[in-house]
């Protein structure tokens, strides 16, 4: 019941809409690959996914972009900011993750308004599950 009051109260209210924008902000960054220069940031991926094919490559950047599967168990704060997915390497299926962090326009610290894209720089990062 606190939880429904919260949600209900002034200060849930602008909570929740902060956290519905800053998912609307990941999820433009991530389904444009970084083309939407409103919301600035990078793409890397470690090593083991460089090491993958060309395929493959091209198989990550469709998943990333086109994810849409948020639940409870990826996503339990909203943010859009997390995604698993598989792709085929040369017959194999591999398992990977997405993710986003949010830093200052350094790309020094944590983000002190990750809500504002005028302060917050995202980094997407590809990866195998054992690079987590």
């Given amino acids: 019941m606190a939880e429904t009051q919260m949600e209900h109260s002034p200060e849930g209210a602008n909570e929740a809409a902060r956290i ?3 998912a609307e902000q990941n999820d433009r960054f991530r389904s444009t690959w970084g083309a939407d220069f409103t919301i600035p940031g990078q793409i890397v991926m470690t090593q083991g ?3 993958l094919s060309a395929e493959a490559h091209i198989e990550i950047m469709t998943s990333v ?3 849409s599967e948020f639940t409870e168990d990826n996503d339990p704060y909203g943010y859009h900011d997390f ?4 792709v085929n390497d040369d017959g194999d299926s591999v398992k990977l993750y997405w993710k986003i962090d949010l830093f200052d326009a350094a790309y020094q610290f944590g983000s002190d308004d990750c809500a504002d894209p005028v302060k917050t720089r995202r980094v997407l990062t590809i990866l195998h599950p054992s690079e987590y």
């Fill in 49 to 51: 996914v460089a090491a």
């Fill in 83 to 86: 995604g698993v997915f598989s």
């Fill in 20 to 22: 519905a924008q800053i």
């Fill in 65 to 67: 972009m086109l994810f």
